[in-house]
């Protein structure tokens, strides 16, 4: 059953659809916006009723070139108001490729890309922003969580 006044009016919030990937060396995968100081984790926003971890993969090969099945959540990162809407941030594990793994970054016209690279976890603290840095830092801490749909691992 549908309550009309659970869809009357949404929260408005953005939900970010990330993705922790590491090379064999333990390096992270970024990507460096044009938009923004500093880089980030893949990803990017979901499509209406688009699976997140979908989305998060979606995101990665369009950013990256990559095609990773996501089947884990490392972290779940809320961040209140500032100059954007509030967030939430949901961190999948990418796992690991190996090291001479190419990526295929989009012309910036097309991505708002300025490049992708690996970054040594020592250096994330000169390339991010800390609160990107922390956000890293924590899922590359965790233990993997199950991303379940309705209760099922999701496929």
């Given at each position: ?34 938009y ?11 499509k209406?009723n688009?699976l ?7 995101h ?5 070139g ?25 961190v999948f594990?990418?796992?690991?490729v190996?090291?001479?793994?190419p ?7 097309r ?8 970054v ?18 924590e899922?590359l ?13 999701a496929?």
């Open positions: 059953m549908c309550d009309p006044r659970l869809l009357a009016k949404p929260p408005v919030a953005r939900l970010g659809c990330l993705v922790l990937v590491r090379n064999r060396r333990g390096d992270v995968l970024l990507v460096d916006p044009d923004m100081d500093g880089m980030i984790l893949p990803g990017g926003a979901a209406p688009e997140r971890h979908l989305a998060a993969a979606r990665l090969h369009t950013e990256t990559l095609r990773l099945r996501l089947t884990d959540l490392l972290a779940v990162d809320f961040t209140p108001a500032d100059r954007y809407l509030e967030r939430l941030n949901l594990d990418g796992g690991t190996c090291d001479d793994t990526l295929a970054v989009p012309p910036q016209h991505s708002d890309l300025l490049g992708a690279r690996f040594r976890v020592r250096e994330l603290p000169d390339v991010t922003a800390p609160s990107q840095a922390a956000r890293i830092t899922a801490a965790n233990r993997t969580l199950p991303i379940l749909l309705h209760g099922q691992r496929a």
